[in-house]
């Protein structure tokens, strides 16, 4: 920790005028301290005054703080997760049944993942270019009198309790979506993602409904980022682009989204980070099924966390419990996989910053 | 190629703000002409107004006659695109676009334009960066993005960038004032050669680079902070540094303000 000492400052100084021939300027005369004929100077002794080190403690600490909580966390589920897992009579990684019967263990976490996975990935595909959208508009395209209220509508999204979004999905826009979702089964219905599911459509306790819900919810989390990268393209490279005779699209495509994407997509997996861990609303929204997952929008189903938030307030057994920490314990995982990712998109494009 | 500006009774605003007052000037074909003047004169907001930049400020607007061999740029069927298709802008700093080589950059005003044959592109690079005297220097790696090329050769990048869309005029907004003199140099001999195809006209703070390009130089001055910026005076460069038609101009270059 110590290392944040090394400047020292009046030691610095010394090495500095002893290095420069006394002689050259009399300039240099000048401006050249005092010093000790022939003696090396002692080691300096740098001065620290308490509201430094007082306010260096405070900064250490809290960043400390994080990383111990986050490898607290990881150290927590796998402690508790591992005699659930030396019990586990099924594969957990392959298999597709959950049983958490703490006297006949046998769970696997791969239909919960896929169900995690897709949805996610779904309400990714849907929010990510209306995000893109909305952050355009508002850095490129809205009057600025415009762009401030809207702005602030947008990231009041973000303020909305899931389980508002819940129960607007399950009960407004379930039953609104059922003649698009009826239509795209009756039409589509040989695509695998369109065929019928577990779930009944009339209803719609999918994850066609529980997507379009999530990406309403990832699009405040895109968009703010977006659009402050937007914002922050470098003016001379927008007149750059005008004076060679560019339209304004052509501006937004030669310089706004080079320069900003890299941002939209690491916002884009902030939100897919965000997507992978929603569970209150999915756990309204999607009907519990004992089927597999067939690849259908139109199935009802599982998250993760939708998965461990049904079971929770059944946890009297820490061995049943332990099943679900270890799906906790993948979900953590993945969400670690997804956030790396997006910081080597981010790497991968600094030549260009 | 190479078409004579007139500038009459123009008029710059900055939302409220009165920011050139009544200019009127001609510039000549295959002519370098260099606007001079103290800082907030308004030098670059005339510059700027030619090319209809100025507009893109929000809340700016002009008012008044820019006419490219006669025909009004500020004519309302005119769409300040195609303005800015013809007549070119170098900036004061080096802009190359980041994310883009050496050679998508020099044909970005090309590919703009619509044109896609890789030949032609291939083509118009070579003769672009061989007019801003930078081929030597960059054809082994035109791949490379143009961030990685030292200031004064971005610079060079960007005149290049700007005469590959052949313009009718090439405007320079104080295109020196980010490098070092030797990169300056380089600059000033490019701005010589291409007044044989081009009309140029270039904003300076540098009096001696003024004094050192021009045929003709324009100074402008202002009364006061918060007042337009007028031009005092436009006259053959020789005149100007030897014997102005206005005391102010003769304060300016002999050094007593600004």
Redesign the interface.
Known sequence: MSDFAKVERPAARETGSRGAPPNTAPEGTITTPPQKPGGAPGPAKVPTRPGDRIFKAMTVGSGVTIVVMIVLIGVFLLIQAIPSLADNESNFLFSRDWNADPAALAFGVLDLLLVTVFSSIFALLIAMPVSLGIALFLTQYAP?RLAKPFGYLVDLLAAVPSIIYGLWGLYELAPALRPISTWLNDTLGFIPIFATGSSNLAIGQTIFTAGIVLAVMLLPIITAISREVFDRT?S??I?????????KW?VVK??VL??GRAGYMSASMLGLGRALGETIALLIILASTTQTFSFSLFDGGDTIASKIARAASEFNDPKGAGAYIAAGLVLFVLTFVVNAFARWIIAGHK??? | MAKRIDVKDLNLYYGKFHAVDQVSLAVPPHSVTAFIGPSGCGKSTVLRSLNRMHEVIPGARAEGKVLLDGEDIYASTVDPVSVRRTIGMVFQRPNPFPTMSIRDNVVAGLRLAGEKNKGKLDEVAEQALRGANLWAEVKDRLAKPGGGLSGGQQQRLCIARAIAVRPDVLLMDEPCSALDPISTLAIEDLIGELKKDYTIVIVTHNMQQAARVSDQCAFFNLAGVGQPGRLIELDDTEKIFSNPGQKATEDYISGRFG
């Open positions: 600025k470098p001379m490279h007149e750059g682009a005008l004076a060679l005779g560019a339209t052509e030669t310089t080079p320069f030549e260009y910053e």
